[in-house]
Nanobody, 112 residues
């Protein structure tokens, strides 16, 4: 089993920044890819960014150049740095490990 705990969400104005963190614990040795998904009200959950154990990254087109995913293996933590935030980035953001394990989600609201 793997446990994931997200933090770092909140309310930010358009153009602002937030950094999300996802701390993993449990049987993490076999995890290949960590990632962030998001779900806005009335919409499906969509991929935002992923990072593999050999640091290959992948991003949703609409966040490229604004978001950066990274991982600190010593802390078993994955980060999502979000810059130049837009109202359409508003959603609940979920951390996942190999899409088999999911965190509880953290709300990100971009509004003036």
């Amino acid at each position: 089993q793997v446990q994931l705990v997200e933090s770092g969400g909140g309310l930010v104005q358009p153009g602002g920044s937030l950094r999300l963190s996802c701390a993993a614990s449990g049987s993490i040795g076999s995890i290949y890819a960590m990632g962030w998904y998001r779900q806005a009200p009335g919409k499906q959950r969509d991929l935002v960014a992923t990072i593999t154990s050999n640091i290959i990254t992948n991003y949703k087109d609409s966040v490229k150049g604004r978001f950066t995913i990274s991982r600190d293996n010593a802390k078993n933590t994955v980060y999502l740095q979000m810059n130049s935030l837009k109202p359409e980035d508003t959603a609940v953001y979920y951390c996942t490990a190999d899409r088999n394990y999911w965190g509880q989600g953290t709300q990100v609201t971009v509004s003036s």
